[in-house]
């Protein structure tokens, strides 16, 4: 892995094709489960997250974003867990994110690791 692949940087993690709004929120808890099986933890979490939605795509359906703050490389291993997660006929898509629009996953990223 290249020094810049091993920058931790903001990457969206899509999950497309949720028929509503209300089933995509509802994914939020298995997805959470997964990245934090353990709430009570003492901070930081391992890869900071945070969710929002995204407008509805072309078939419109909603699509759940998983906002994540850490490396390429673990990005697209989140991405592959929760592929593994969420199954079919939902389409996955990971892809850089914009640092202005995910703040407070980046703030929080920097608290935890003592950096600000």
């Given at each position: 892995m290249s020094p810049a692949e091993a920058q931790p940087r903001v990457y969206e993690i899509r999950i497309h094709g949720c028929p509503s709004s209300e089933e995509a929120l509802a994914l939020q808890d298995?997805?959470?489960?997964?990245?934090?099986?353990?709430?009570?933890?003492?901070?930081?979490?391992?890869?900071?997250?945070?969710?929002?939605?995204?407008?509805?795509?072309?078939?419109?359906?909603t699509t759940l974003v998983l906002g994540v703050y850490t490396s390429s490389g673990q990005?697209?291993?989140?991405?592959?867990?929760?592929?593994a997660l969420v199954g079919e006929p939902r389409?996955?898509?990971?892809?850089?994110?914009?640092?202005e629009e995910w703040e407070e996953l980046v703030a929080q990223y920097r608290f935890e690791k003592g950096l600000s």
């Open positions: 298995p997805i959470e489960g997964l990245l934090c099986p353990d709430p009570d933890h003492a901070p930081p979490c391992e890869v900071p997250w945070s969710f929002t939605l995204a407008g509805e795509d072309a078939d419109d359906s990005a697209t291993q989140v991405a592959d867990r929760v592929r389409t996955i898509t990971v892809s850089e994110g914009d640092e």
